[in-house]
Each structure stands twice: as structure tokens, then as C-alpha cells.
């Protein structure tokens, strides 16, 4: 049996689909082939196998499988607190009247999703912190049924607002 040996490895990604092996060393896929340049001298054909099931994010994604979010449970409280790093879509049990405070960690362009449950006596209410932005600055008055749901689709456009929609008493 042998070992091999070696030193110096270095995988980076120089964003031009090359690797660095080590200092003045490359693989390049250059028509077809992968090339090993090693210290830019002499050009071994290497074997690189470059997995194209993994997602990228700077090109277009066919997704053969369901894809999903999931949702986060916001503690009930008289100020209901969201992380949205921590999802996009979150739900609450209303057991009282509350309000549901500003988010923090919200990024420009996502869209976030609330949904709220009354418990089984019904008829809380809730009010929002200032980044609750809804049309003609009037934000919805939840359904009052035991147990219903109502839903509020918001877009942030800053890290201090949202526009946001409200679908009202699921039941």
C-alpha cells in the first residue's frame, strides 16, 4: 500500500471557474476538459468532477422536488417579537390583546408572512408596531371567531417598513 502525500493545498474559487491547487497552480475547464497548470509551467489532464445538482445563486434553478419554508413560532405575548433572519413565515396563538412589534433583522426586498390564530376564547386584538405599513394607513381589524385565522403578507422595502396585505377569518 502507498501514501500520498502532499502540502500547500488550497481550494479557492477565483470566480472565473477556476480552483487553485496551490501557489501558481490552477484547474481550469477549458472545452470540456479539465486542466491541472501546475505552477503555470506544465499542463497535466486532470479527472475534476464538478457537481451540477447543487444550487447556485447567480443562475436560473428547475427544482424537481417541492421546495419550502419553514415556518417559525413567535412566542404570545403582550409585544410579540419576529426575528426575520429566522424565516420568512411565522405564527402565533393569540391568547390576549397584543401588539406585534417592529421585526428585527428584516432585509429590503423579502417578503415575510404572519399568520395568527385566535385561541379558543377569540376576540383579541392586535396592534402594529410603526413598520406595519397597510392601505390608507388603516391596518385590519382581525376576525373574532374562536380559533379563526387571519393572515398578513408583508414586502419589506426598507429595513424599517412593510408593505402589508391581510387575508382575514380562516375558519
Known sequence: MSTLQTENIVFESSGNN????????????VGGVDVLVA???SVVMDSLIIDTSIAQLNI???FTKSQG?????????????????????????????RTLANPTNLIAGKTYIWILTQDA??????AYGSYFLFPGG?????????????????LAISTT???CSSTLDYQ
Open 138 to 154: 388603516t391596518a385590519p381589524i382581525l376576525s373574532t371567531a374562536a380559533n379563526s385565522i387571519d393572515i398578513i403578507v408583508g
Open 69 to 97: 419554508i419553514t415556518p417559525v413560532a413567535l412566542s404570545d405575548a403582550a409585544s410579540i417579537a419576529t426575528d426575520a433572519s429566522l424565516s420568512n413565515i411565522f405564527t402565533v396563538t393569540l391568547a390576549g390583546n
Open 161 to 163: 417598513q412593510i408593505l
Open 39 to 41: 505552477n503555470s509551467t
Open 60 to 62: 436560473s434553478q428547475v
Open 121 to 126: 376564547t377569540g376576540s383579541r386584538t392586535l
Open 18 to 29: 477556476s480552483i487553485t491547487y496551490f501557489a501558481n497552480s490552477v484547474v481550469m475547464h
